[in-house]
C-alpha cells in the first residue's frame, strides 16, 4: 500500500517519540489463568503448614471415632470431604456394627509438599506426603480378638490430598493413600 | 492350623477402594499405591471354603501363610504377579500411571493445574504505535508445545494446543479469533494493509492490548498414547501499550515535499 508523505512522515515522527522514552516501559504484569478462585496459601510453606494442621485434626477426630467403637461416624465430615468421606463413614458403620474396637494413639511424621496448585480450583489443591507410625495401634473383634494384619507395617508414607473449602476456609482430607511401607 | 487356599477369588479392588481410611489402616488393610514393577500388593477378597472350627481368627500370632487362610476379613493384601496364577496379560491395579486412565474417568484441567503452559505473548506492527484509520497488525506467538510433569504419582506429559486467541484492544472493542495471525512480511503483504487480525483504531489515545489464548490440553503416561483432557485453559499474555496517533495532526521536521529526506519523511 501506498502511504502519502504526510503519513509516513507521521510515522517517523511516532517513532522518534517512542525512541524517546515517551512511551510506558513499565514491565507488563505476569499472567494469570482468568478464574474467580483466590489461591488461599500465598507460599509453597504456607500450603504445608496448613495441610500439617489439616491431617493432624483428621487423624484426631479419626482416632476419636475408632476408639469409641465407630460411633456417630458422621463427625468425619468435620475433616473429610466427597466420596472419600462417604466411603469411610460406610466403612465406619461396618465397624461399629461389627462390634470391634480400636485401642491407641499413632503418630504423625515428618511430612513433604508432593505439589500445591493454587489456581486450579478449591478440589484437590494440596497434596502431601506424610509419615505415620502406628506400631501402638491395636484393632479387635467383638470377641477381643486382634484382627490386625500381620503384615501391617509399624511405619508408612501416606500421600494425603485436600480439598479447600472457601466457606470455612479449611483444608479437608479427600484422598489418602499408603504410598509406601517403611521407616520414614 | 492350616487352611487349603483352593478355591481362592481374587477380585481387584474398585477405585474408591484404592483410598486408605484410617480404619483400614490400622487394620493393614491398605493396598500400597506407590509401587512400580510387575509385582504389587493390592486389596483382594478372598474366599475360603467353609471349613471353619476351631482356631479361625487366632489373631496376628499366625505365620503368614497361615493367616490368609484363617483370618476372616474383608480384604487381604496379597503379592500379585502377573502370569503367575493370574492371566499372563492382567493389568495391574496400583501401578500409579495406569490409574488416570482406566480407573478415574476423564482427566480435567484442574487435574493437570501444575503443569503450565509457555507463556504466549503479544506481537503487533507498528510496533507499540498506530495511525487512527489505518489498520494495525495484531498477532499471538502461541504454539503447540509439551510440558513434562508429574501426574497421579508418575511421570506425565501434556502437550498444551492454542485454539483461540482474545483481543482486547483496550478501545472498548474485542475480537474473539481462531487464527493467530502473523506479520505483514510474512504473509507477503505491504505494511498497513488489512490482515484477519488486523484492527483499526477510530481516534488518538493510548491503549492498553490484550491478549488471552486458549489452550486445549492433552496428556500421556509412560509411553500411552494421547488422552483429551476436559475443560480448556486461558493464559494471559503481558499486556502491550502503545499509543494511536492521527496522521494529520503529526509534526515533521520539514514539509516533506521539500525536504523528503528530513526527519520524519
Known amino acids: 500500500m501506498r502511504l502519502p508523505n504526510l503519513v509516513r512522515g507521521s510515522v517517523g515522527m511516532l517513532l522518534l517519540a517512542s525512541l524517546s522514552g515517551c512511551t510506558p516501559t513499565d514491565a507488563p504484569a505476569p499472567p494469570e489463568p482468568i478464574s474467580t478462585f483466590v489461591a488461599p496459601y500465598a507460599t509453597d510453606e504456607e500450603a504445608l503448614a496448613a495441610a500439617e494442621v489439616a491431617y493432624a485434626e483428621y487423624v484426631r477426630v479419626s482416632s476419636e471415632i475408632l476408639n469409641e ?18 466411603s469411610s463413614i460406610e466403612g465406619l458403620k461396618e465397624f461399629h456394627d461389627a462390634g470391634r474396637t480400636q485401642s491407641g494413639a499413632s503418630k504423625i511424621g515428618a511430612s513433604e509438599l508432593q505439589r500445591y496448585s493454587p489456581t486450579g480450583g478449591p478440589r484437590e489443591i494440596v497434596t ?21 494384619a500381620p503384615e501391617r507395617a509399624d511405619s508408612s508414607t501416606m500421600q494425603v490430598t485436600f480439598d479447600y473449602v472457601e466457606a470455612g476456609e479449611a483444608l479437608l482430607v479427600s484422598d489418602q493413600l499408603l504410598w509406601g511401607d517403611g521407616e520414614c | 492350623m492350616l487352611v487349603a487356599l483352593s478355591p481362592v477369588t481374587v477380585s481387584f479392588a474398585s477405585n474408591s477402594n484404592d483410598k486408605c481410611s484410617e480404619m483400614e489402616y490400622a487394620q ?97 506492527q507498528p510496533n507499540q504505535w498506530m495511525i487512527v484509520g489505518l489498520d494495525t497488525n495484531f498477532y499471538a506467538n502461541a504454539s503447540t508445545h509439551i510440558v513434562d510433569g508429574t501426574l497421579f504419582g508418575g511421570p506425565a506429559q501434556v502437550r498444551f494446543t492454542p485454539i483461540a486467541y482474545s483481543w482486547d484492544y483496550g478501545d472498548g472493542t474485542s ?14 503483504i505491504t505494511e498497513f494493509d ?39 485453559l486461558t493464559i494471559i499474555a503481558p499486556p502491550r501499550t502503545a499509543t494511536a496517533g492521527h496522521a494529520s495532526t503529526v509534526l515533521v521536521d520539514k514539509d516533506c515535499n521539500v525536504n523528503p529526506t528530513g526527519i520524519g519523511c
Not at chain 1, 502431601?128 to 473383634?141: K, L
Not at chain 2, 509401587?35 to 504389587?40: A, I, K, L, M, Q
Not at chain 2, 480384604?75 to 501401578?95: A, F, H, M, R
Not at chain 2, 487464527?179 to 510474512?186: C, E, L, Q
Open chain 2, 194 to 232: 488489512a490482515t484477519p487480525t488486523s484492527h483499526i483504531y477510530q481516534s488518538a489515545g493510548n491503549y492498553t492490548i490484550t491478549l488471552a489464548v486458549t489452550y486445549a490440553a492433552e496428556f500421556r503416561v509412560a509411553d500411552n498414547s494421547w488422552q483429551n483432557v476436559v475443560g480448556t
Open chain 1, 69 to 86: 467403637g465407630g460411633v456417630n461416624p458422621e463427625r468425619l465430615a468435620e475433616v473429610v470431604t466427597g466420596e472419600f468421606l462417604e
Open chain 2, 28 to 124: 493393614g488393610l491398605c493396598a500400597t499405591a506407590g509401587v512400580t514393577g510387575d509385582s504389587v500388593e493390592i486389596g483382594a477378597t478372598t474366599e475360603v471354603p467353609g471349613s471353619g472350627g476351631p482356631g479361625v481368627g487366632s489373631g496376628p500370632g499366625d505365620n503368614g501363610a497361615n493367616a490368609v487362610g484363617v483370618v476372616n476379613r474383608a480384604k487381604s493384601p496379597v503379592t500379585l504377579i502377573c502370569g503367575v496364577g493370574l492371566p499372563k496379560g492382567c493389568k495391574v491395579v496400583g501401578n500409579p500411571p495406569t490409574k488416570p486412565v482406566d480407573d478415574t474417568g476423564p482427566v480435567s484441567i484442574s487435574d493437570i493445574a501444575t503443569f503450565r503452559p509457555e507463556l504466549p505473548t503479544a506481537g503487533m
Open chain 1, 128 to 148: 502431601i506426603y506424610v509419615c505415620r507410625n502406628i506400631s501402638e495401634v491395636g484393632v479387635f473383634d467383638s470377641s477381643g480378638i486382634s484382627i490386625v
Open chain 2, 175 to 188: 475480537a474473539e479469533l481462531s487464527a493467530a495471525g502473523t506479520t505483514w512480511a510474512k504473509q507477503k
